[in-house]
């Protein structure tokens, strides 16, 4: 066998080798920062739609706590259900039009603050003050701004902003340790900024993993129409004052809200992904989606990792949604699906929209709750076993979210900001945004016109957590469970039946008393796993109700290992098959390379 003979097998294997690497390994997103294009402020795809009429709401006075009176269904002149008013602030006496919101609370005092944008700027008011105190004001970063959208890490507060920019806003930085000692009327300055992006409608960041997300920028094109908008990612852990670019999801084009969530629902191909919910909306037809993207912070999947895209019959505009606690429902709304000639088919009242998520590569649009008017829906949460709905004129409305993945839900609370739009619930003015994820159980409201409402429910709320026997059940052995109840409501809830089963063998069926607000009970409860457990793993599903009719579920999925000795290799995902492939193409050739040449030194 000649030296060239020798040589010529290698190289072919090399070859074949870079060949078959190249492509997974330039698949993913690098992250090289795409050149924002500030030229166009309002990025492709978003909403051009600009206020009806703010001033239905408008109010220049504040107002004191007025309990809900049932009887007659007002607080003071505010119809209501189920919810009191703790205080008015109005904030946009300061900023103008009022916009999105969220909150913070401080980690040494406890204090509540409430976030709101407004179209100059960003304020901030003590709520846990009775009455809540105005402290002070974050001025814009770029004037003529209409949307606006805050989030918090940390102690850091984040700020993009959208409309007819003249200069691009980017991502104002804010750090909330400063309203500690800070006086009444205080202006404040931004402690930092981020230059990545001009306009960005809307943010979201993940808690868990310190990544932000930017959705409807003027940066991050992609998708069928090759539209900017996009997710632009950044990494706030390093140094939240200066965001590490990280890349953009290309998937689908514009993209109007997102919910990015460490995934640990039943879906075993996905859990412990980063996954994130995105809500595509578009005015033209068709192209409405709800699409999920992959964008777990490692080298073996793409920052763009494409999971699935639908859409649904009478789609307006797909804008927000938020996931149940148990990662198996997502809750959704549409914004423009209320109006008359939108699209084919559009409802006359509003629609909140469940969608089955049990299966992320398919997810299934269960059913929809119509609710009782034609005001438009708009931003929503998930707290518990609630739903927290901030309806434009309609204002908040809270249903139950304990049976939602079976496409029905009931109205438990209201409150109603603009008494004034009966005569016109098809505008937008009124509520904007709701914020109900305070330890204090209070809500906070920002209406357009006028400022924050800060509000609480006088109903239960159950919080349902499982402890399972860890990362797998094994047939033959006892799986030991612990379920906990806790009422993170705002009232104590009497009668509360707590139903487990597993695999549809009832395991607890236990009734409590009552449970006080805060208190918790927890119900273990253990089995034999046996060679059918196994079949499927083990389903798990907890069903809390009370005599107030309010209650929760949880569902959750226990891998089984068919034997005590086996060894559980797990599900290989796509991005998992992307890379071993490649490495198990090498081995082969190799193997196949050296029989060749020790086949022709044998020659």
């Not at 009176?69 to 006496?93: K, M, Q, R, S």
């Not at 939240?240 to 990280?246: A, E, I, M, V």
């Not at 829906?377 to 249903?399: A, K, M, P, S």
Request: aromatic share 8%.
């Amino acid at each position: 066998m000649s030296y060239l003979t020798r040589l010529r097998v290698p190289a072919i294997l090399f070859i074949l080798a870079v060949a078959l690497l190249l492509p997974s390994t330039f698949k993913g997103v690098t992250a090289q920062e795409p050149p924002p294009v500030h030229d166009h402020a309002t990025a492709p795809g978003s909403k051009h739609h600009v206020l009806t009429n703010p001033n239905l709401s408008i109010r220049r006075e504040p107002m004191a706590a007025v309990e809900c009176n049932e009887a007659v269904g007002l607080a003071g002149t505010f119809p209501c259900h189920n919810i009191d008013l703790l205080g008015f602030v109005p904030t946009n006496v300061e900023g103008g039009s009022g916009a999105d919101l969220w909150g913070w609370v401080d980690p040494e005092t406890g204090t509540e603050y409430a976030l709101m944008g407004h179209s100059e700027g960003v304020s901030f008011t003590n709520i846990t003050a009775d009455p809540p105190i105005l402290v002070g004001f974050l001025p814009t970063h770029a004037p003529n701004v209409l949307w606006r959208d805050v989030d918090v890490y940390g102690d850091y507060m984040y700020t993009v902003a959208d409309g007819d920019l003249v200069t691009p806003h980017g991502l104002q930085i804010f750090d909330l340790k400063q309203l500690r000692d800070a006086l009444p009327g205080t202006q404040f300055e931004e402690s930092g900024h981020y230059a990545g992006f001009g306009n960005g409608h809307t943010l979201y960041i993940n808690p868990a993993t310190g990544n932000l997300f930017v959705a409807g920028s003027n940066t991050c094109r992609g998708g069928q129409d090759d539209e900017n908008g996009g997710l632009h990612m950044l990494d706030l852990t390093a140094d939240p004052l200066n965001p590490t670019f990280r890349g953009c999801d290309l998937s689908d084009g514009y993209t109007h809200e997102t919910q990015c969530i460490v995934y640990n629902g039943p879906d075993q191909d996905h859990r412990g992904r980063e996954v994130c919910f995105n809500h595509n909306g578009d005015f033209a037809p068709n192209i409405n989606h709800l699409t999920l993207v992959d964008v777990t912070n490692d080298a073996d999947v793409p920052l763009n990792g494409f999971i699935s895209r639908v859409t649904y019959e009478g789609a307006g505009y797909t804008h927000q949604g938020w996931v149940t606690d148990d990662h198996t429902t997502l809750v959704m709304n549409d914004e423009y699906d209320e109006l008359n000639g939108v699209t084919a088919g559009a409802p006359q009242n509003y629609r909140t929209y469940f969608w089955d998520i049990t299966d992320l590569d398919n997810p299934v649009l269960v059913d929809y709750f119509e609710g009782p008017t034609k005001a438009i829906d708009h931003n929503l949460y998930v707290r518990g076993g609630l739903i927290f709905e901030g309806n434009y004129t309609d204002g908040i409305r809270i249903l139950d979210a304990s049976t939602a993945i079976e496409g029905t839900t009931a109205e438990l609370a209201r409150f109603d900001t603009t008494p004034s739009a009966a005569d016109e619930p098809t505008v937008f003015a009124g509520v904007w945004g709701n914020y109900p994820f305070f330890p204090s159980g209070k809500i906070i409201a920002s209406d357009i016109g006028s400022g924050l409402f800060v509000l609480r429910h006088t109903i239960p709320n159950f919080q349902v957590t499982v402890e399972g026997p860890g990362e797998f059940a094994r047939q033959g052995e006892i799986a030991s469970y612990t379920i906990t109840i806790t009422n993170i409501g705002n009232a104590p809830a009497t009668g509360v039946l707590v139903t487990d089963t597993l695999n549809e063998d009832v395991l607890v069926n236990a009734t409590e008393a009552e449970l006080a607000v805060g208190e918790s009970v927890s119900h273990p409860f253990a089995r034999l796993v046996s060679g059918e457990d196994c079949a499927t793993g083990l389903n798990n599903s907890v069903r809390v109700s009370s005599d107030q009719e309010i209650g929760a579920s949880y569902y959750t999925l226990t891998p089984c290992e068919s034997s005590p000795t086996a060894v559980s290799v797990g599900t290989v995902s796509t991005g998992t098959a992307r890379n071993v492939a490649p490495m198990v193409a090498l081995a082969l050739l190799g193997t196949v390379g050296g029989l060749l040449v020790w086949r022709r030194r044998r020659a």
